[in-house]
């Protein structure tokens, strides 16, 4: 077994504070991509609304990654990759593998 070190590389990151997804908007925009197309609404109950400003009764924000939809939480963080891409990491993993520069 071999060890390996992440390589230092600079991320932009927000932090996702629910229901309030404004700043997610927000921060998809500045690289001038559209929140629409990256941010899904999903949903526990199949008769809720699907329009994505409501963020009440059951339905939780994902966000589409390479590796498909994945749900976000309170706390997680949204990070935008060095491709371009966006993922969700959950807090602490956030707090352990990364440090403000």
Not at 68 to 80: A, E, L, Y
Request: charged share 25%; with cysteine; net charge negative.
């Amino acid at each position: 077994m071999a060890q390996y070190r992440k390589k230092p590389v600079v991320i932009e990151a927000v932090q996702y504070t629910a229901p309030i997804y404004s700043n997610i908007r927000d921060f998809i925009e500045t690289f001038g991509d559209n929140p629409n197309e990256v941010l899904v609404k999903v949903f526990d109950d199949p008769n809720e609304n699907r329009n994505i400003s409501n963020m009440s009764g059951t339905s939780h924000l994902a966000i589409k990654t390479l590796e498909g939809n994945m749900k976000i939480t309170h706390g997680d963080w949204i990070i935008r990759g060095v491709k371009g891409e966006y993922y969700p990491c959950k807090h602490d993993i956030f707090l352990a593998t990364y440090e403000a520069v």
